[in-house]
Nanobody
């Protein structure tokens, strides 16, 4: 059974950088696409970034393109999300999720496991 745990969230100021990470266990990490999603209060959960099982493919949501970088360490079963030039609108709970399908990386319903989330708050 796949288990995911996010860590590294916190409170930062506008323009700061922050890295959140996701640890994976319970299955072969190399078989899974990992996605990051976020949900702000009163909003639907939205796609942030995704990385393919081998790490060769990445994709980003439009609002974070050019500011966030997703990466993975298959030896450590970890996926990182480096967030740069943070803005107040980036404030949300950030979730990582695991899927065996890169094709549907942006679709929440295609993910089989989710972490509990980590809070990222950006003050103006």
């Amino acid at each position: 059974q796949v288990q995911l745990a996010e860590y590294g969230g916190g409170l930062v100021q506008t323009g700061d950088s922050l890295k959140v990470s996701c640890s994976f266990s319970g299955a072969n990490f190399d078989d899974y696409t990992i996605g990051w999603f976020r949900q702000a209060p009163g909003n639907n959960r939205q796609f942030v970034a995704g990385i393919s099982d081998g790490g060769s493919l990445t994709i980003y949501g439009g609002s974070v393109e050019g500011r966030f970088i997703i990466s993975r360490d298959n030896a450590q079963n970890t996926v990182n999300l480096q967030m740069n030039n943070l803005k107040p609108e980036d404030t949300a709970v950030y979730y990582c999720a695991a899927s065996k399908s890169w094709r549907w990386v942006k679709y929440q319903s295609k993910y089989e496991a989710w972490g509990q989330g980590t809070q990222v708050s950006v003050s103006s």
